[in-house]
């Protein structure tokens, strides 16, 4: 066993590891599972997170097991910004497989599902703020297949011919779902599916509400402002921007998570307090209106206008 950063060269167990850094009951779990599977593979695991330098080899073991263990880990691993990966998130199988289950049950997965309730019950919100002003149409920019905007509609707006909206995502697979989802749930008549990126998307007719949800977490704070200013020239008089970000409270209360994403699938995030999200709203010229987040706090969702609105 070679020696980690921290001038270690301890060989964990589950119990020793668990214990040293404070993690949950779910981290056990998984680690648990890895052993009985494979104990090395839980051997490299937690060598990997102690900063051992490991051996391309051993990597590549590491990164074999997990993409053929897990749909979230091969998902990531073959494009980190999918919508298949939240969508697999946000669907939950009613058997997952033990290290699937392990993204449902941690802190990290739990509030990505918070994340899409809150959104939409914002959504909700809006859109009900502005019908009191007339017609609105909701841009959905990089919306994956638009779940949030379908479960929406098909609660509430399903017969109101006063609202519509645009699902624009390069992904043409994350469209054609969102049509079929659209279409099972009775809503296909109220939302176009466009197959575009934002960045060039030159629309009919201005938005009222924007939504960016899952598109900047991994973007640093210039390219941020970058697509926010772009989604408010897309905006409609008096329209608004609601935009995610994931903030620095995911890493630090959930870092075991956050490891696994990171150093075995790949995925990186940028990380932002509430205020670096304000000030992104500012430097795109938004009105930062209000916030919220999902029950962990660790993502946050700024509301942002070119005027401030009375809502
Ligand atoms: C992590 S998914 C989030 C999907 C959805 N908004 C949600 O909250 O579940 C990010 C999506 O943004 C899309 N995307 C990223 N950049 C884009 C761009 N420039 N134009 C269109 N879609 C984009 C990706 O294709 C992907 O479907």
């Known amino acids: 066993m070679s020696i980690n950063t921290d001038g270690d060269s301890k060989v964990y167990s589950v119990e020793e590891f668990v214990e040293k850094f404070g993690f949950d009951k779910c981290a056990f779990d998984l680690l648990k599972f890895i052993e009985s599977d494979n104990s090395k593979i839980k051997d490299l695991l937690i060598s990997k997170y102690l900063g051992t330098a490991l051996s391309a080899e051993e990597e590549e073991e590491l990164l074999e097991y997990f993409i053929n263990n897990s749909v979230f880990s091969s998902a990531t691993v073959a494009n980190p910004a999918t919508s298949v990966v939240t969508e697999f998130l946000y669907a939950t199988p009613k058997i997952p497989l033990p290290i699937d289950q392990y993204f449902f049950e941690s802190a990290g997965g739990k509030a990505i599902h918070s994340r899409i309730t809150r959104v939409e019950e914002n959504i909700h919100?809006?859109?009900?703020e502005f019908l009191k002003k007339g017609n609105?149409?909701?841009?959905?920019?990089?919306?994956?297949?638009?779940?949030?905007?379908?479960?929406?509609?098909?609660?509430?707006?399903?017969?109101?011919?006063?609202?519509?909206?645009?699902?624009?995502?390069?992904?043409r697979n994350a469209n054609l779902r969102g049509k079929r989802m659209a279409e099972a749930a009775g809503v296909q008549h109220k939302i176009e599916f466009a197959e575009a990126s934002f960045m060039k998307y030159?629309?009919?007719?201005?938005?009222?509400?924007?939504?960016?949800?899952?598109?900047?977490?991994?973007?640093?704070?210039d390219a941020c402002v970058f697509v926010l200013r772009q989604a408010?020239?897309?905006?409609a008089k008096g329209g608004c921007v609601m935009a995610s970000n994931v903030s620095p409270k995911m890493l630090k209360d959930d870092p075991f998570t956050y490891f696994i994403m990171e150093k075995i699938t790949n995925w990186h995030l940028i990380f932002k307090e509430e205020e670096l999200l304000k000030d992104i709203f500012k430097k795109s010229g938004l009105i930062w209106q209000k916030s919220f987040s999902d029950d962990y706090?660790?993502?946050?969702?700024?509301?942002?206008s070119q005027k401030l609105l009375s809502f």
Do not use: E, W
Request: with cysteine; net charge positive.
């Open 125 to 128: 919100l809006l859109t009900d």
């Open 136 to 171: 609105v149409l909701i841009g959905n920019l990089g919306g994956g297949p638009g779940r949030d905007l379908i479960d929406v509609f098909s609660k509430y707006y399903k017969n109101n011919d006063n609202v519509a909206a645009i699902n624009i995502d390069r992904d």
């Open 202 to 221: 030159k629309p009919k007719q201005k938005f009222d509400i924007i939504i960016l949800v899952g598109v900047l977490c991994s973007l640093p704070p």
């Open 232 to 235: 408010r020239s897309l905006l």
């Open 297 to 304: 706090g660790f993502h946050f969702m700024g509301i942002g």
